[in-house]
């Protein structure tokens, strides 16, 4: 593995492409916003949950919560790229999919969220024809992780940013993490900032952004659970196994409680485990009382070879998005969705 200290080194050498690529997506949305480049708008109700930078700043949790608001009212549909799978073209997800097939983030959302309509296709416009095409009761589509699809618009845009690094300090790709410039916010109905500590500097950071109608949320460890759902108490010893992009508040949440971490394992976000990998995990267990992952890492676990060799200790530590201010996005959402 590389020392992350000359992989920092390597970006910031990086810094004149990062220039450049920043130049190229500047020039790209001109091309969009004035109309040079085509947009497709569709033709029901659409929400796109995104964000400036690559890494997890809370889309897909926010996503669930979009679907369990919406989904007592309206029938709701998901459209996601489907980032891991091994499958192109457009894909209805099942809750008997694999995560190879659709990827791993769609197939959480649909297992947690089963009546809802969920599917995945790299062409979000194509996706999004086939989608209403198949399902004509469709109210209401939510765009996962689209903000930078340009080509379609949804009718509402909510953007992400985290607390602690927000996109006012960042950096385009490859020296930072941003997709596009900071500029893009602009494009934002709303936006949240995401995984905020116990006490932010809500004023601080609206004055930094320069809007007053700024959410601020956070991520909300539920209850431990078993693989059939039932509830876990957590006692004795563990391993923990993440293959997701920032696991530091998982890690930090659980090094908090009443158990013994013996073994931390990180894998880069959405990693494809392997047989050698599940053997491993199998060694170790020997020693321990859990094994305890995230409900995203085990959608790609579960497919795996002699899966059942560890399946008794698996422990999954589902999450959900609270806000500080709910009342603004409750009401930014129902102003949206039920106008004509």
């Keep these: 593995m590389i020392n992350p200290n000359v992989i920092a080194v390597i970006r910031k050498l990086l810094l004149p492409v990062s220039w450049l690529y920043g130049s190229v997506m500047r020039w790209r949305n001109w091309l969009y916003d004035n109309n040079v480049l085509k947009i497709y708008s569709p033709p029901v109700k659409s929400i796109c949950v995104g964000n400036l930078s690559v890494g997890g700043t809370g889309k897909t949790p926010l996503t669930d919560w979009l ?75 939510i765009y996962d992780d689209a903000m930078q699809h340009r080509s379609i618009k949804a009718g509402l845009t909510i953007m992400l ?30 936006i949240i900032v995401s995984k905020c500590p116990k006490e932010p500097d809500i004023q601080a950071i609206k004055k930094r952004i320069g809007r007053e109608d700024i959410i601020f949320s956070y991520i909300k460890y539920s209850q431990p659970i078993d693989t059939t759902g039932n509830l876990v108490e957590l006692n004795g010893k563990a391993i923990i196994l ?35 990998d599940l053997l491993y995990l199998h060694s170790r267990s020997k020693y321990v009382d859990f094994i305890i992952t995230t409900e995203k890492d ?43």
Aim: proline share 5%; hydrophobic share 35%.
């Design 67 to 141: 679907i369990k608001y919406l989904s007592d009212k309206y029938q709701v549909a998901v459209l996601s790229r489907g980032y891991g799978r091994l499958t192109n073209g457009f894909y209805q997800v099942r809750e008997n999919s694999t995560a190879q097939q659709v990827g791993d983030e769609p197939l959480m959302l649909k297992i947690k969220n089963p009546e809802t309509i969920v599917a995945v296709c790299e062409d979000r416009v194509k996706g999004t024809k086939q989608l209403l095409k198949e399902n004509s009761d469709i109210d209401c589509i």
């Design 161 to 190: 940013t985290p607390y602690h690094s927000l996109y006012l300090d960042d950096n385009m790709l490859p020296t930072g993490n941003l997709r596009e410039p900071a500029c893009g916010a602009k494009r934002a109905d709303i």
């Design 242 to 276: 993440t293959g997701i992009a920032k696991p530091e508040p998982l890690i930090n949440f659980l090094e908090e409680k009443e158990i013994t971490i013996t073994d931390i394992i990180i894998f880069p976000d959405h990693y494809q485990f392997t047989e050698k």
């Design 298 to 340: 085990y959608c790609r676990l579960k497919t795996i070879q002699n899966y059942k060799l560890i399946s008794d200790k698996i422990v999954l530590m589902p999450i959900t998005t609270k806000f500080l201010n709910p009342e603004i996005i409750t009401s930014k959402i129902d102003n949206y969705v039920s106008k004509n």
